[in-house]
């Protein structure tokens, strides 16, 4: 944990110019990009420490507690940014700068009242040295290691997205950025049923009832999907009412109201196959969903040097990330009706 943390802290302090040069965007978007991350990134351990400290809480099925600690955190950290932002009272407007500093602030201060509980024996778990034992680090990597390269491919997906993107200018990324966040609010809301489906296809697993798990699955998978639709096709109809709360931009506006008209529709496609995902971590085979993740990577990566080499429109992007999301849903889908899902 502590080495991964120091590789993205070498990365983004020192290269994150470099980086954001490749990407592509104005000299100044660059320069204040690079700030931020050198800034946050410079506070890597802490983040990866909180992380490390929320593993521990669901382990231990603490979920309530976690729950409480996470919403307390998150609504500091909305005050604080827009404190920090924005410059409200005698405090300094910082700008971009203040979103990074409330985030490390208040995950710091979470980390240290979660390991402040863990060590008081809240949770019955306690620190001590271990010798590496070869099955329990090839059971933890069998999921978690593959899991990790799903969330690389989604970084990447994501880079690659902004890298075509930039290629339309300032206004496109910030009419994108502006619905990133609508769309990567889907993975926490899948993550909320699909954390706990976790669980479930994991004991029913372990008890050999694997009709039982698949419906457990489905049915969590159906309700976030239901919900990613309600969601995605209000906003592709009704798209000012989200956009309007970021910009006041024509041009930024203009890209975001047609990225939700073409992607918001898949939503739910994608929202109840994120859930299918966390729900497929429970049977420990892992290589069809993260192959989902695969895939989608490729098709935005073809979509976007083809659209790039021709010169297309901007929607024509898009709809390489509607076919993108909607495969990570079908091909979940399909991964139920597999051997993974069926070991009979």
Request: proline share 2%.
């Amino acid at each position: 944990m502590l080495f991964l943390s120091l590789i993205f802290l070498l990365i983004f302090v020192l290269l994150s110019n470099k980086i954001f040069n490749i990407i592509g965007a104005e000299e100044n978007v660059i320069t204040r990009s690079a700030l931020f991350c050198k800034i946050f990134f410079s506070f890597a351990p802490v983040m990866f420490f909180s992380f490390f400290l929320v593993s521990i809480f669901r382990g231990c099925g603490a979920y309530q507690n976690l729950a409480k600690i996470t919403i307390f955190t998150n609504i500091s950290q909305v005050l604080l940014s827009g404190i920090l932002t924005l410059g409200w009272s005698v405090f300094p407007q910082l700008g971009l700068l203040g979103i990074a500093i409330s985030t490390i602030i208040c995950q710091g201060l979470s980390s240290i009242y979660m390991f402040t509980y863990i060590i008081s024996n809240n949770l019955n778990v306690s620190f001590k040295m271990y010798s590496f034992e070869k099955n329990i680090i090839y059971d933890i990597l069998r999921v978690g290691g593959v899991s990790a390269i799903n969330s690389i491919c989604i970084t990447l997906t994501m880079i690659i997205i902004t890298f075509f993107i930039s290629k339309y200018g300032t206004a496109a990324i910030a009419g994108h950025g502006i619905c990133l966040r609508l769309e990567q609010m889907l993975i926490p809301l899948a993550f909320g049923v699909g954390g706990v489906l976790t669980t479930i296809v994991g004991v029913n697993f372990g008890a050999k009832n694997y009709t039982r798990a698949k419906k457990f699955a489905l049915t969590g998978a159906i309700i976030i999907g239901l919900i990613g639709t309600s969601i995605g096709v209000f906003v592709a109809i009704f798209p000012d009412l989200w956009i309007n709360i970021f910009t006041e931009d024509k041009e930024a506006y203009a890209i975001a109201a047609v990225y939700l008209m073409i992607v918001g529709p898949v939503f739910g496609i994608f929202s109840g196959g994120k859930t299918l995902y966390f729900a497929s971590m429970g049977t420990g085979k892992m290589i069809i969903p993260i192959s989902a993740a695969f895939t989608r990577l490729f098709i935005v990566l073809c979509f976007g040097m083809i659209v790039s080499y021709f010169s297309l429109d901007i929607k024509f992007l898009f709809m390489g990330v509607a076919l993108g999301l909607s495969v990570i849903g079908i091909i979940l889908y399909i991964n139920m009706f597999k051997k993974g899902w069926n070991p009979i």
